[in-house]
């Protein structure tokens, strides 16, 4: 497998890699296929992205330790879109143009749905773990897939437990992006629906050095919680100042903040006991994502991060479809994602999936996130859980199985 670092990732190369250097000299073979790795390695989700792209890599190097697809090996390309669409247009259409990627997987929701028209113009399958954003329920399901469940699924989460808790008042900030604002708008519905009280319902831009007027109403207003849908860079500055400006509540934080650097970065002691963070998660009780969770310890040292088991499925999903399809492009495979994801012989892993369709089986792949039987818009159904803030560090809290949602 050769994995080519492009654009402003290049410099970041060494930690991606990891993964990929163990699968390189496996097998050999003179075919290649292109799979481009789109994802913020830098800026307010950079922690996120170089989850997605590790969590690629991995997928890739077992694709290639089983033989690669008929394609050939699994070639990645990896760039950076530093979280702008922009930046994610210029790069995809390298990675199609110069590359000649047949998928683009990784992009987070605002390049995502920037992404929409080059895709299906270009006849290429554009794939990520994290895009939630319900935008995709109306443009998704040709050439458009995830592996993560609407945020539709994600702000339910979020209201549920905010109405669990028994708040009686509940302040929201929410940070003006895609990626933010989509679950925050479902979980203001069922809040309302609750009958809890939302005290602020504020939008604030990224990027400023304080955020001490959009915090005067809210903290005057004192509520019991602030679910604070913000970027890591702004989260950190909004929970400081939260903080030094007399609030007392607890707080529920979106998937953003839901990395280890938080506690460093804020202090662990301004939300031990008292912080919350909701994120998209597989159910751990899964022998498919056990098994990813063994590998993954086993070739990092630690366990799985946010949506690092969505990204492994992601690149399966892909290998997958490309070993039933007729033809090694991006329509061809479009052809088959469904195909390989429902009505067919159970499997778990691309060797397995590999051999089924050798012997002219259907199949269905279920992997370490869980079953991804996708709805009309390329979107499968998604379980959540709830962390605590304890000890400096996230514990498990709440878990929400799929049929919480049904």
Request: net charge negative.
């Amino acid at each position: 497998m050769k994995t080519i670092f492009a654009g402003r990732g290049a410099a970041l190369k060494t930690g991606v890699a990891a993964c990929a250097l163990a699968a390189m000299g496996a097998t050999s073979q003179a075919e290649e296929v292109t799979v481009g790795v789109l994802v913020p390695l830098t800026g307010e989700l950079g922690e996120f992205g170089k989850i997605v792209a590790n969590a690629v890599e991995m997928g890739a190097a077992e694709i290639n330790a089983a033989g690669g697809t008929s394609c050939g090996m699994i070639r990645t390309v990896v760039a950076d879109t530093g979280g702008n669409p922009q930046n994610g247009i210029r790069e995809a259409s390298k990675m199609i143009e110069s590359e000649g990627a047949v998928a683009i997987l990784g992009p987070t929701s605002g390049v995502m749905v920037a992404l929409v028209d080059l895709a299906k113009r270009t006849k290429t399958v554009l794939m990520s773990p994290y895009a939630g954003t319900i935008t995709l329920n109306e443009l998704g399901g040709d050439y458009v897939y995830r592996t993560v469940s609407s945020d539709l699924g994600d702000g339910a989460a979020a209201g549920l437990w905010l109405t669990e808790k028994g708040y009686k008042t509940v302040a929201f900030l929410v940070q003006n992006e895609e990626s933010t604002i989509s679950p925050a708008q479902v979980a203001r519905q069922r809040v309302e629906e609750a009958g809890i009280t939302l005290t602020d319902y504020i939008i604030y831009n990224p990027g400023q050095p304080s955020y001490q007027a959009e915090l005067i109403s809210v903290l005057a207003q004192e509520p019991d919680a602030i679910y604070l849908a913000g970027g890591q860079e702004s989260g950190v500055t909004v929970i400081k100042e939260a903080t030094a400006g007399g609030f007392q509540g607890e707080w529920l934080f979106t998937a953003d903040l839901a990395v280890p650097e938080i506690f460093e970065a804020v202090g662990a002691d301004l939300i031990n006991g008292r912080a919350y963070v909701e994120v998209a998660e597989a159910d751990s009780s899964l022998p498919e994502f056990q098994a990813f969770k063994d590998m993954h310890n086993e070739k990092t040292g630690k366990a799985p991060g946010p949506f690092a088991a969505n990204s492994f499925d992601m690149v399966m999903l892909a290998a997958l479809a490309l070993e039933a399809s007729d033809a090694c492009t991006g329509e061809s495979m479009n052809s088959k994602i469904r195909d390989v994801t429902d009505g067919g012989e159970k499997v778990s892993s691309f060797a397995a999936g590999k051999e089924a369709l050798a012997a002219g089986k259907d199949i269905d792949y279920e992997g370490a996130s869980g079953p991804l039987v996708l709805d009309e818009s390329g979107t499968p159904a998604g379980s959540y859980a709830v962390q605590k803030a304890t000890d400096g560090a996230w514990a498990a809290e709440t878990f929400y199985p799929a049929s919480a949602f049904e």
